[in-house]
């Protein structure tokens, strides 16, 4: 793991790229920030979290950095130890966390809950959505630091999703009052959904999908292939991290339209 700050003092924020290590995007933007030096009003933490997957070019080492926080300062992985350095060194921070994905081109937020804190930062930020996981959180980083919200930037190794990265960091800062002439204003009518349950793949060799992430899916709609054979909706929801390739065992998570922020 790498860290730089901003500022001077003990750091009370914190933006981490990399805890994934086919994502670099986040990567980017925070060499970015620390190249650019801006003069901030709170000191920050930048974080480079999962080097050695970073090196290598794969997603972990040993298991998913996001699915074993808090992690074990002396557990038998090297994501397991890495997880308890990052809880121990800003857990009380709040942190902004990027990532990619293989599933929406555009941003969106991902929290625990609808704190305060959510409801004030995420519609500074230039995201289309807001994501609560609700229960869907064992393992990832707001075990250990609560205060955290999660920005999907876009594709994986995407140019887009570098320059949403830097952006958004920017954008961060500037909502939790470190960089206040990059802070913009809050959006209205900002969309929030709600992890109901993870949607399982049939054991396939070739999968598709039709459904287009947060858009509606309707009770009796095809929305999957596997295979050529068509998984149909036994309920209406809305597609949240859906794609054919991006988990392993699921095609991602099916959500609740709860309301809007502010």
């Known amino acids: 793991m790498r860290v730089e700050q901003l500022g001077t003092g003990e750091p009370e924020l914190a933006i981490i790229g990399g805890i994934h290590g086919d ?3 986040g990567v980017q933007a925070v060499d970015e920030l620390a190249a650019e030096a801006p003069p901030v009003e709170r000191p920050v933490a930048l974080v480079v979290a999962n080097e050695r997957a970073l090196e290598a070019g794969t ?27 990052i809880a121990s060194r800003f ?4 942190t902004l966390s990027l990532h990619s994905t293989q599933s929406y081109r555009g941003m969106f937020a991902i929290v625990e809950n609808l704190t305060d804190y959510a409801r004030n930062v995420c519609p500074r930020l230039s995201v289309d959505a807001v994501v609560d996981a609700g229960e869907h959180t064992e ?3 707001f ?8 920005v999907e930037c876009g594709y994986q190794q995407s140019d887009q999703a570098a320059a949403n990265a830097a952006l958004v960091a920017h ?3 500037g909502a939790v009052g470190a960089l206040p002439d990059a802070e913009r204003p ?18 396939a060799t070739e999968y598709e999908v039709y459904a287009s992430n947060f858009e509606p899916v309707a009770a009796g709609t095809p929305f999957a292939a596997a295979d050529g054979v068509d998984i149909v ?23 609740d339209h709860v309301g809007t922020l502010p």
């Open 23 to 25: 994502e670099p995007c």
């Open 59 to 85: 997603r972990y080492v040993d298991e998913d950095l996001n699915r074993v926080f808090p992690g074990d300062p002396d557990g038998e992985t090297h994501e397991s130890r890495l997880a308890a350095e």
């Open 91 to 94: 857990g009380d921070l709040t």
């Open 139 to 141: 393992g990832r980083l």
């Open 143 to 150: 075990e250990a630091i609560p205060q955290t919200i999660e």
């Open 171 to 173: 954008e961060f800062l």
């Open 186 to 203: 809050a959006k209205d009518g900002l969309p929030v959904f709600e992890l109901r349950e993870q949607v399982p793949k049939d054991v």
């Open 233 to 255: 909706a036994e309920q209406d929801f809305y597609p949240v991290l859906m794609s054919p390739e991006g988990y392993e065992h699921v095609f991602g998570y099916a959500a």
